[in-house]
């Protein structure tokens, strides 16, 4: 059974990281609910910050899964870049870039989104795996200092707003 098409209205923008991970984390209970109404899962519950921003424990077909996401928001506060980790480098989202074979590991549970507020098209979403994540880095991913990504090679991987709501879906199944 193929998933059903969500329809979910774009937002404009948000005004802080913690509003775009609450529409997301909105947008993510919409299309479990409607995976639930398929019998294509049988339950999920979605957590928030339990190491990254957002968790979704789910059963799919008597299988159960677990997805991560680590969702950024892009305004131009620094200047081409966006931070993660913390700023000494730490935080589970360092851990698993600066090691090939986490990466490798997690890249079946985990995915990167984010929204590029200053993005002059409708292609400002970028919904990227752990070894794409690893190459937008600018330089080393590293503990003992702020790592960021580099927001030109993220806009390589822009994406609309229905091709993020087939991809979050379509990972979410995966």
């Known amino acids: 059974m193929k998933p059903l098409r969500v329809e979910i209205?774009?937002?404009r923008t948000f005004n802080n990281e913690t509003e775009?991970?609450?529409f997301i984390a909105g947008v993510l209970n919409t299309?479990?609910?409607?995976?639930?109404k398929q019998g294509l899962i049988s339950n999920y519950y979605i957590f928030r910050q339990l190491g990254f921003d957002i968790a979704v424990f789910l059963d799919v077909k008597g299988e159960p899964k677990v997805k991560f996401l680590e969702l950024k928001l892009y305004k131009g506060q620094r200047a081409g870049g966006v931070g993660f980790g913390t700023q000494k480098g730490e935080g589970p989202q360092v851990e698993v870039?600066?090691?090939d074979e986490k990466l490798k590991f997690?890249?079946?549970f985990l995915r990167w989104l984010i929204y590029d507020a200053l993005a002059s098209s409708n292609r400002r979403y970028i919904f990227i795996d752990n070894p794409t994540a690893k190459r937008c880095a600018m330089g080393e991913v590293r503990k003992g200092k702020q790592n960021n990504f580099n927001i030109n090679r993220l806009r390589d991987y822009a994406i609309t707003w229905n091709e993020l709501l087939r991809k979050l879906q379509e990972f979410l199944l995966e």
């Open 20 to 22: 775009f991970e609450d």
């Open 9 to 11: 209205e774009e937002p």
């Open 106 to 108: 997690f890249n079946k």
């Open 31 to 36: 299309i479990l609910s409607g995976l639930v």
């Open 97 to 99: 870039l600066m090691n």
